[in-house]
């Protein structure tokens, strides 16, 4: 059983204006890490840097956003290649997710992740055996 992460609940590790969600995401994250579960892709990385660097209310320094990215590429990381890029347009297509979400469904299929947590997509929804859940329904 494996458990892909969205960027969404990584961005909330530090998200000090949404203190409830933080806690809850950290306290997720590191339980799967611990239960070796826990998974990556690039695609998730990069979100996730550009995001608490540019988005949050209080984005994080580069230096701190860094650290962040080496800690959490010291986890299993999907590397984002052509085949997930053309089976996530096929995807998009016929299920109408945006291109951004398709991937990270085709991706978690593709580690053969169990759970997908993410804020984003519809709780409780299975796409080929993977389950969508969000941390903080």
């Not at 949050?56 to 800690?71: I, M, S």
């Not at 995807?91 to 109408?96: I, K, L, S, T, V």
């Not at 951004?100 to 169990?114: G, H, N, P, R």
């Amino acid at each position: 059983m494996r458990s892909f992460f969205d960027t969404n609940v990584l961005v909330y590790l530090f998200d000090a204006g949404a203190p409830e969600k933080q806690a809850r995401a950290r306290a997720l994250l590191h339980d799967e890490v611990a239960a070796g579960r826990a998974i990556l892709s690039t695609q998730v990385v990069q979100e996730f840097y550009v995001t608490v660097t540019r988005k949050l209310a209080r984005p994080l320094a580069p230096d701190l956003a860094h650290t962040a990215v080496e800690q959490l590429c010291a986890l299993p990381l999907v590397t984002v290649n052509t085949d997930l890029i053309k089976a996530a347009t096929g995807r998009n297509m016929r299920d109408a997710l945006s291109f951004w979400d398709a991937l990270i469904v085709e991706t978690a299929l593709s580690c053969a992740a169990s759970t997908l947590w993410s804020e984003d997509m519809q709780h409780g929804q299975r796409v080929e055996g993977l389950t969508i859940k969000n941390p903080f329904a």
